[in-house]
């Protein structure tokens, strides 16, 4: 496992291209989702795949999130895979940054149940950020 970068403050050199691209991969093979912990809740993206070049690259163009590996076992056998993934403030400016590029309806409410659930719960400075982004459903 991996953590790499400086994050956000380097996201300006990204193209809209670039998070067209990312914002299409996340859409097909990420994950949103808040977690309980002592504090509050914590909003976490992922991307999980069997290819690891792919999370590598996403990690390597971003310069930011957590980098690991596990072995999957499921109905059809064991597999590793790879996940790239962020939490808290971090996850929530990466959405923001996709947002304009999601175009399932399905995930578009995903990330707003999320984000609500979040906004409920969250330590007092991420709330503070939270509250200034415009979220196209509220």
Known sequence: ASKMGTGPTVWVQMTRSDWAFVAGFWQGE?????????????????IIQTDP?????????????WLGSFVN????GKKRVYE????????LKFIQKILPYITSTYRRKQIGK???????????????????????WR
Request: a positive charge; zero cysteines; proline letters at 2%.
């Open 30 to 46: 990420g994950t949103i989702y808040s977690y309980k912990r002592k504090e509050g809740r914590v909003l976490r993206v992922n």
């Open 114 to 136: 999320h984000i609500a659930l979040d906004k409920k719960y969250v330590n007092h400075e991420y709330r503070n950020h939270n509250s200034k982004i415009k979220w196209p």
């Open 73 to 76: 076992r499921s109905h059809l």
């Open 84 to 91: 790239w993934r962020l939490s808290g403030l971090n996850a």
């Open 53 to 65: 070049s792919s999370i590598r690259w996403l990690q390597r163009k971003l310069k930011i999130g």
